[in-house]
């Protein structure tokens, strides 16, 4: 079965960074892509970044130049650095597979930032 576990989302100043945490398990984690993704009430689910098993990376251009997605397989950990962050940033965010999402959706965390 596979576990998402989002982690390290928060209230951040406009300008300002945070670092979010996927936990995964359940999967072959090496050979899967995995993306993050966010939502805010309202609207659907959009992709912000994602990182192929060969280390490749995409962004939305939303985000480009502002974020950075890693990956730890040893760890299977994903990460995504966001700085200079901007008042349309806030959402939950969520990771999974993809693109597609293939997974049940973790619980995702909140980011909030303040103009």
């Known amino acids: 079965q596979v576990q998402l576990v989002e982690s390290g989302g928060g209230l951040v100043q406009a300008g300002g960074s945070l670092r979010l945490s996927c936990a995964a398990s359940g999967m072959f984690f090496r050979s899967s892509s995995m993306g993050w993704y966010r939502q805010t009430p309202g609207k659907q689910r959009e992709l912000v970044a994602y990182i192929t098993s060969t280390y490749t990376t995409n962004y939305a251009d939303s985000v480009k130049g502002r974020f950075t997605i890693s990956r730890d397989n040893a760890k299977k950990m994903v990460y995504l650095q966001m700085n200079s962050l901007k008042p349309d940033d806030t959402a939950v965010y969520y990771c999974?597979?993809?693109?597609?999402?293939?997974?049940?959706w973790g619980q995702g965390t909140l980011v909030t930032v303040s103009s």
């Open positions: 999974n597979s993809g693109p597609p999402a293939l997974w049940s």
